[in-house]
């Protein structure tokens, strides 16, 4: 059953033309990924869908039964509630239910009255009914789905009694999402859910959507977010759309066999325009009144061609590359016993790792676990609390800074990067902004007035021009859309020098990086391998350590063997362990013995009576000579 579907949609600005003839259906059900390069119209068609903004011409169509629920990218939540107050607001209606029965059982313990008996029996009946209603509506239960949703996002119970009005914009985003999760419309609209989520709050969500009865459009620029929620992909290229029945990947697929069947039919088009302009030149240069027609004839019908579009797919995708000027040596980075605490929040202690020339590795870990500052410590900006950074020969670092800080918002564009490479000549400043998509007058445009994806790029446009051999790049892909994600990966796999990034894009992290380092609140842990690799290692740790050591040359036989006998050893070592500790004991036991023995040597009714004398002296050489063995039986089981 159609729940939402436009027709002929059109939307401009002046001459703009952001939607044309935007037509699609979508089912109950159906879970949708909108993409599209940014300023695509992906946002302004949902502004349409939610009657935020009005279409100039066509038809939208929404099923009256459905409820819609939208989390817009830039949404700013005003309140003075508590993040958890502001999510139990969800449910006022059961809250009231809820005070309804305390009044009503408050009635209840009225002592009876027997002239009353409509009255008491009136107050039974509600409350039966109320009770009733509450547990329909789910109202023993709403209190743990809030805490469930909170925590899923990545909100901490210490984050509960915060207020609204002092959380950052990315909290205030989330705590927005909740209350939209929380809500269950029908229908949602989702732009950009995953910014301001960790890796475990992005997984959650998924598992959520996945899960999700209702309807689900959502624009998002995480292809693996889009694989694993949608299964249905509507593209927006330059005003119009196109629409499959598949997630991202698939469709990919399927784009690219339908440029390959475009593009034949426009080349095949093509020559059979230029042979009919052949054969109109030829007939009017016979220059008679029969051929004359022909020709006129022949341009009505060549008029009326349906023609094909040349450019069918988006290709204005920044052009990235990397290169290190200068090789550095084989030993990149080495780090020893790192701690960095502020005030009472300790972000990390005891990190440790060593980073060799030509790795690509991920820094992943939960927000605000400190992986800037790890960064920032690196980069010599942040100093440690305990332990060091050593920075190998010829290392040359970069820095990508995802706030964006290290841009002047009072600069041109073209200056920012001017004044930072003066030595460029005007020509090569030009082509070098053009790559990156400033073209025209874009290179005058002020910093600060540019979106995040257009600062995002102006400082990947400086990183490749810094040539640097060792790149520290933190969330790279945030603001960036699919086709710029995809030119950065593409440059950074071919990249000679050694790469360290801190990213929520799994779809990244799976095509670009060999190697994470999990950061914990205790240290680092390696993984030697891509963002797939890291999750199976982590639900079954043991099978891939099984894996691990049959790579080395093991087989499955042997390395049982090989534990049976480690652990043979191990329980060998701990029974000497003990023997060792019993016989010091004992050891102790007849020294203590000893002493005593010689003290008696000391006591006048011992030394002056010859016979007492000689007893005990035969006792100490016995005794010392049975010390003697003990140690003996020590040296050998030490």
């Not at 990183?463 to 990966?489: G, V």
């Not at 891939?544 to 036989?557: N, R, V």
Request: with cysteine; aromatic share 8%; hydrophobic share 35%.
């Amino acid at each position: 059953m159609i729940v939402m579907s436009c027709k002929n949609i059109h939307k401009s600005y002046g001459v703009d033309v952001i939607l044309e003839d935007i037509t699609f259906n979508i089912n109950e059900g159906d879970k949708v990924g909108l993409i599209g390069a940014n300023g695509a119209g992906k946002s302004t068609l949902f502004k349409i869908l939610t009657g935020q903004l009005s279409q100039d011409s066509g038809e939208v169509y929404i099923d009256k039964g459905k409820t819609i629920g939208y989390l817009s990218q830039h949404l700013s939540l005003d309140s003075t509630s508590t993040i958890y107050e502001e999510a139990l607001k969800v449910f006022q209606d059961l809250i009231n239910l809820e005070k309804k029965m305390a009044d009503l059982e408050e009635k209840l313990n009225e002592p009876y009255d027997a002239s009353k008996e409509d009255y008491h029996n009136r107050i039974i009946r509600e409350y039966t009914t109320t009770c009733e209603l509450l547990e329909k509506r789910g109202g023993y239960t709403y209190k743990g789905e809030v805490h469930r949703v909170l925590t899923g996002l990545g909100f901490t119970e210490e984050d509960f009694s915060k207020n609204i009005n002092i959380l950052s914009g990315g909290q205030k985003t989330r705590a927005a999402l909740c209350k939209l999760l929380l809500t269950k419309p029908d229908i949602i609209l989702l732009d950009e859910p995953t910014n301001h989520l960790d890796l475990n709050a992005i997984e959650w969500l998924e598992d959520y959507l996945k899960a999700y009865k209702g309807t689900i459009v959502v624009i998002s620029h995480d292809r693996f977010f889009l694989d694993s929620v949608t299964n249905a992909t509507f593209e927006l290229l330059r005003g119009k759309m196109k629409c499959y029945n598949a997630s991202y990947t698939k469709f990919i697929e399927l784009r690219k066999k339908d440029y390959e069947v475009q593009l034949k039919a426009y080349k095949l088009q093509q020559a059979e325009i230029k042979r009919q302009e052949e054969i109109i030149e030829r007939y009017r240069s016979y220059n008679r009144e029969k051929s004359i027609k022909a020709a006129e004839s022949r341009e009505k019908q060549l008029a009326r061609m349906e023609r094909i579009d040349a450019t069918v797919t988006d290709e204005r995708g920044a052009k990235i590359s990397f290169e290190a000027m200068i090789k550095s040596g084989n030993d990149v980075l080495h780090a020893e016993r790192l701690s960095k605490s502020y005030g009472d929040k300790t972000l990390f202690t005891n990190v440790a790792f060593d980073i060799k020339r030509g790795d690509k590795t991920a820094l992943i870990g939960e927000n605000g676990r400190g992986k800037t500052t790890l960064f920032k410590i690196i980069l010599d900006k942040v100093k440690p609390d305990t332990g060091f950074v050593y920075t190998g020969k010829n290392v040359q670092p970069g820095y990508y800074d995802q706030e964006q800080s290290d841009l002047h918002e009072d600069k041109t564009v073209i200056d920012e990067v001017w004044d930072e490479f003066p030595n460029m000549t005007t020509t090569e400043l030009r082509n070098a902004l053009a790559a990156f998509l400033f073209t025209g007058d874009d290179v005058f445009k002020i910093i600060s007035t540019l979106s995040g994806g257009e600062k995002c790029r102006i400082n990947l446009l400086k990183l490749m021009l810094s040539k640097n051999n060792l790149l520290l790049l933190d969330e790279p892909t945030n603001h960036l859309d699919i086709m710029s994600r995809e030119a950065l990966e593409d440059a950074l796999i071919d990249y000679d020098g050694t790469l360290i990034v801190i990213s929520h894009d799994r779809y990244f992290l799976n095509k670009v990086i060999n190697k994470i380092y999990e950061l914990n609140i205790d240290g680092i842990k390696e993984y030697l391998g891509n963002y797939n690799y890291y999750v199976e290692k982590k639900k079954n740790t043991r099978h891939f350590e099984e894996l691990e050591q049959l790579e080395g040359g093991m087989t499955k036989t042997k390395l049982q063997e090989e534990r049976r006998k480690k652990k043979d050893l191990e329980k060998a070592q701990k029974e000497q362990a003990q023997r060792v500790k019993n016989l010091e004991a004992f050891i102790a036991k007849k020294e203590e013995n000893l002493r005593e023995l010689n003290d008696k040597l000391c006591l006048e009714e011992v030394y002056s009576n010859p016979e007492k004398s000689q007893q005990v002296h035969k006792q100490i050489s016995e005794l010392e000579s049975e010390i003697e063995k003990l140690y003996e039986e020590w040296e050998e089981l030490v």
